[in-house]
């Protein structure tokens, strides 16, 4: 949904804050609710397929050198998932009723975070949606996968909001 739409119940409370700063400062975006990010990945099968993936890892004991390269091929499993047409569809329209100004860059982060993926906004098309998968990518870094690992003893992952605004 655009930020003009965020106060739908869909935005959890801890983004709404966050939507209503940009909103205020006049910055037209999109926030991507977390039912979005979770039907991507129930739609590719990717909770099995990951769950396949580090089946390996211990969380008692870790090896790093084992989890490494898995995390490599976890981010690149989620990079070149599809999103179904009809989710595409939707985010091209959401992104486009935004207002974002083409010919620039657009910013695609998770609230709170400072930095995140640029992608060239020429309308709403691939590079954004690239962009947006490369975000969620981030989730399976070798960094935050240890992260994960050692505060929860596993590599579950909670869907997020995320964020698309001029850069």
Known sequence: MTFAEAHAPAVPAADQAEVTRLLALGTPGVIVPPAFEEAFYRGGNLPEQLRRLFSPIRPARIDEDALEPLAAQAQALIRTSYLMDDAVQAFYRTV???SLPVGGMVRVRRPGAARGEDAPFLAPGTATLQALKRVWAQDWTFDAL???????????LEARSTLLHPA
Request: hydrophobic share 45%; no cysteine.
């Open 96 to 98: 486009a009723r935004a």
């Open 146 to 156: 240890l992260d994960r690992l050692d505060s929860t003893g596993s590599i579950a």
